[in-house]
């Protein structure tokens, strides 16, 4: 139940996030969220954390994962006509990240996480994007509920010039049971986006986030995931999200619902994912005078396969297809995205 900050729009199964600049209406992913033991099993041990973890012994202070990737995307750009736009382009990608945990026991778990990535576009060069990325997150567990939290912050450049940051937080309540799981988190998002004419570079961008455009705003969301637990780290997940962003435009302000599935299956020496969602925003004002205010459905499918090397080697493959219906023509578009990747992590739980 890994998740990491993403960026705007729907994220490709890829480490590397999408380019912050390439959509109109900015929308982000579920908060880190926290799903922990109500009891202590015997070994291997399940500890309290932001996800269900399966290790035997003393749980790791220091984690780390290394990602390359290849891959193509017909519509980078997100355009209603990609082929007219060019918008299609292969992509090589790059992520490092390292976690550190102070506390991690039965009871309690905080781990802080720092992330690096790197997304190559040869064919749209101003899409290439880089990321940074710092996080914490903990979980306290009590007799028949965990309670957790999370507080992350990211930066986006696009082309070596600071382009998006977000500041996200979450709190969440979760009850885990032999066959099932049950979350309930909220979440809270704050997404700037720069102003075009802003050309804050390298680390002016960083420590200066510029002038926020008109897309810019708060999103705040409730979410409630089940899962059902197939044993050996496999599951089957229902789960329903609702909320409202608000933004520094009201053309840009809107109401979502999404609800999606989504399973895992963990034979020996494979992990096999496979997701499918639908997001429904209803926006608050019209773009065109006379038009009416737009309505949008998001559909997603996405699907990967990663195989153990060796002990802390994956190779890995993916496949994702999204596509927008809206009720202005020119902001549809279709999207589809594959490639390949390699992982390499260090004293990681599964």
Do not use: C
């Not at 729009?9 to 926290?34: C, G, W």
């Not at 101003?126 to 507080?151: M, P, W």
């Not at 075009?196 to 409630?224: I, P, Y």
Request: no cysteine; hydrophobic share 40%; glycine share 10%.
């Amino acid at each position: 139940m890994e998740a990491a900050p993403a960026a705007p729009e729907a994220a490709a199964p890829t480490a590397a996030p999408n380019s912050p600049a390439a959509s109109a209406s900015a929308t982000v992913e579920p908060p880190p969220s926290a799903v922990t033991t109500t009891t202590a099993p015997p070994a291997p041990t399940r500890r309290a954390g932001m996800r269900v973890a399966r290790v035997a012994g003393a749980p790791p202070a220091w984690d780390g994962r290394l990602r390359l990737g290849a891959g193509y995307d017909s519509n980078a750009l997100l355009e209603s006509n990609p082929d007219q736009a060019q918008s299609a382009t292969v992509s090589y990608n790059g992520e490092a990240a390292i976690g550190w945990r102070p506390i991690a026991n039965e009871r309690d778990f905080v781990k802080a996480t720092g992330t690096i990535g790197y997304d190559r576009r040869p064919g749209l060069d101003d899409l290439d994007t880089t990321k940074f990325a710092l996080g914490v997150s903990g979980a306290r567990q009590n007799d028949e509920i965990t309670t957790g939290g999370s507080l992350s912050a990211a930066r986006y450049w696009l082309d070596g010039d600071g382009a998006a940051a977000e500041l996200r937080g979450g709190v969440s309540l979760g009850w885990l049971r032999t066959s099932s799981a049950d979350l309930l988190a909220l979440e809270l998002a704050l997404i700037h986006f720069n102003e075009a004419n802003d050309d804050l570079q390298g680390v002016e961008g960083l420590f200066n986030l510029g002038h926020a455009d008109d897309r810019s705003g708060t999103l705040t969301a409730l979410a409630w995931r089940h899962w059902w637990r197939l044993g050996d780290g496999s599951r089957i997940e229902g789960a329903v999200r609702s909320g409202r962003f608000f933004a520094n435009s009201e053309i840009e302000n809107y109401a979502l619902i999404q609800p999606w599935v989504a399973v895992r299956f963990k034979p020996e020496g494979w992990d096999l994912q496979a997701k499918a969602s639908v997001e429904g925003r209803v926006y608050d004002a019209e773009r065109t005078p006379g038009d009416g205010a737009e309505n949008t459905i998001i559909g997603a499918l996405s699907a990967s396969a990663d195989r153990r090397l060796g002990h802390s080697l994956w190779l890995g493959a993916y496949a994702a297809l999204s596509a927008r219906d809206s009720t202005y023509d020119e902001r549809d578009y279709e999207r589809w995205q594959v490639g390949a990747r390699l992982t390499w992590t260090i004293a990681s739980e599964e």
